[in-house]
């Protein structure tokens, strides 16, 4: 097999309304899940402000920090509120707005009928709203899930890349992918986000970005130049997750590895222009920071201020004995969300036993290749990052480890490609599948 680059292959329009389907199709089914019972989940499980009947069988759960992202997007100045809860994600919350707008006056002739329909099926919830109050709000939430919808279609196009391109443009496996795909929506995380206003599908973009991110630049190495306009666009998704902070150290790795690789010291004018990402990449938090001071506003984050995320470590500091035991008590509540890796693990695990000639002859072949075992090392690296992020993190959810799954999945993928599809094989899988979202469809949670 050629060493040589290349080029990552492109999705047609027919392939992206495939994953389109796979997507609609698969949250669709999650509108059929049992209604959320709070008697059957602990009560730091469920944060629900209500629950929307469709119809006498399907509905669906709205999170209750949904009304915190919406009226921030129907009035942008809610975001220059000293100590609004979402001031640290003022891009998201701008997009909400450019898209609930844009939907708000395409529907415009449509709005007395949605209003009536409103008032009879929303009111009962919502009985201070007025008709048109509720039509702008279901605008505005309706753009939030185009959002989501955007996201998993980027998430499924991005992971179709960094899947193919790993062996060549056309593996013989490529057939499997899109169960591969299923995988990675198919999971409590949709369940309980797709259909509401909320953050948490960044949980799935985010680490097949940084997959995608750390190969491309590794298979074709940037110039310094191309390498801070990566680095800015990076940096500005912080303003929309915060997980995105994680593209920072797989833009230095690739770099620092880059010069690495060529066989060459790292000498001072390199550390200096590493030096010189960082304050490119923040450079959007930053003027955001600058904007809100020139307002008179210190900006408020509820990750760190309430939750105390990372800078639990600096609270405890002058007590080396509470750091300890508040390690201990961290990492056994992180441990409590792996079981969210679960079902990928077990379909990665049906992959290892069921074609263990076929893994081990993947496996040579990635060992013979120096552009392989490169590209190895930032397959390794990134789940690395990410695991040693959420442990540290000081505060636990599944809904924040479902970042994990995307890599278990995406290992997965590669051992699937490479091989000829095998129909006995396929169907193994097929059943696997199906059987796992059979489960998360008719379980309960997570809905926090």
């Not at 480890?401 to 097929?430: E, G, M």
Request: contains cysteine.
């Amino acid at each position: 097999m050629s060493d040589s680059p290349r080029n990552i292959p492109s999705a047609g329009l027919p392939k992206m309304i495939t994953w389109l389907g796979i997507i609609l199709l698969v949250n669709i089914s999650f509108l059929f899940s049992p209604r959320p019972d709070a008697r059957k989940s602990l009560p730091e499980d469920i944060c629900i402000e209500s629950y929307i009947h469709i119809n006498r069988y399907m509905g669906f759960p709205v999170n209750c920090d949904a009304i915190s992202f919406i009226s921030p997007a129907i009035e942008p100045s809610i975001l220059f509120q000293q100590g609004y809860i979402r001031q640290s994600r003022p891009a998201y919350i701008l997009l909400g707005t450019i898209a609930g707008y844009a939907v708000y006056y395409i529907s415009y002739p449509l709005h007395p009928w949605l209003g009536n329909k409103l008032k009879s099926r929303i009111s009962t919830v919502y009985p201070e709203k007025s008709p048109h109050v509720l039509v702008l709000y279901t605008c505005f939430y309706l753009a939030f899930i185009l959002i989501n919808i955007a996201l998993l279609l980027i998430t499924f196009l991005l992971f179709e890349k960094i899947t193919l391109s790993f062996y060549g443009n056309s593996p013989p496996g490529a057939p499997v992918l899109p169960l591969m795909l299923v995988l990675l929506v198919s999971t409590p995380l949709c369940k309980a986000f797709f259909w509401t206003v909320h953050q948490q599908l960044f949980n799935i973009l985010m680490p097949v970005l940084a997959l995608y991110i750390g190969l491309r630049l590794t298979q074709s190495p940037k110039k310094y130049s191309a390498l801070l306009l990566i680095a800015f666009l990076s940096g500005f998704l912080v303003l929309f997750y915060g997980n995105a902070v994680l593209l920072l150290p797989i833009i230095c790795f690739c770099y620092l590895k880059g010069i690495w690789d060529r066989g060459k010291n790292i000498p001072s004018q390199k550390w200096l222009r590493l030096a010189g990402i960082i304050p490119i990449f923040f450079s959007t938090t930053i003027l955001w920071i600058l904007l809100l001071h020139l307002k008179g506003i210190s900006i408020y984050n509820n990750e760190i201020t309430v939750a105390r995320e990372f800078v639990w470590m600096t609270d405890l500091l002058h007590s080396p004995g509470s750091f300890w035991k508040e390690f201990t008590g961290n990492t056994m509540a992180f441990l409590q969300t792996l079981p969210t890796c679960g079902f990928p693990s077990l379909v990665l695990l049906i992959v290892l036993i069921g074609k263990k000639k076929e893994v081990a002859d993947t496996l040579t072949e990635i060992g013979s290749s120096l552009r392989l075992q490169k590209e190895m090392i930032i397959i390794v690296f990134t789940p690395l990052l990410f695991l040693l992020f959420y442990w540290l993190m000081g505060f636990y959810a599944t809904r924040l480890t479902a970042a994990l799954p995307p890599f278990i999945i995406y290992a997965t993928a590669l051992l699937l490609v490479k091989q000829q599809p095998d129909r006995k094989f396929t169907i193994l899988l097929l059943l696997a599948v199906i059987g796992i979202h059979l489960y998360t469809l008719f379980s309960y949670g997570p809905f926090s």
